[in-house]
């Protein structure tokens, strides 16, 4: 045609397919768009997986007074939902419901350190919240979930029962 426009490719007619250009670019955006939303909610999934189990494996070892059995469990049930393959709005619920066991655990600590800093300041003898092993969190472990606690003990044992 003029100004070198194909109308026809290898015997098909292709002014349908550019009258529909601008519906097509759109369908790209927003596939592009829900593939965008779906990498950053797994995203999300797995920080804050991480940080639930180390904020949880650091309550255990410092011995701070909590549930830390009720706090496992809750994270067992919800990463036990994780399916293997999910829609994105399914992957967020259970994210949310992540961030709410994160909130919690986090408070719990922040509470324990707060109550520590006050008592502190009362006998001037502070006890300071500090891990010397530099690999105490392991990559398997943080990205697998935790141990079961053994309730005799209080210590943390690895077990293959977390959905990854």
């Not at 292709?14 to 797994?42: M, T």
């Not at 909130?103 to 006890?127: G, I, K, M, Y």
């Amino acid at each position: 045609g003029q100004g070198g426009e194909i109308e026809q490719a290898y015997g098909f007619d292709l002014s349908p397919i550019l009258a529909r250009a601008a519906e097509f670019k759109e369908l790209a955006d927003a596939v592009a768009a829900e593939r965008k939303a779906f990498r950053l909610v797994k995203e999300r999934l797995t920080i804050c997986r991480r940080d639930v189990v180390k904020m949880i494996e650091a309550g255990i070892n410092e011995d701070v007074p909590a549930n830390w059995r009720t706090f496992q469990r809750r994270y067992e049930a919800i990463v036990g939902r994780l399916p293997r393959t999910a829609p994105r709005q399914v992957l967020e619920a259970i994210a949310d419901e992540l961030e709410d066991l994160w909130a919690d655990v986090h408070q719990t600590l922040e509470s324990f350190v707060e109550s520590q800093d006050s008592n502190a300041n009362e006998s001037h003898s502070e006890r300071h919240i500090q891990n010397s092993n530099p690999d105490f969190h392991s990559t398997d472990e943080s990205e697998h979930g935790l141990g079961k606690i053994d309730e005799a003990s209080g210590s943390a044992a690895k077990t293959d029962n977390v959905h990854s």
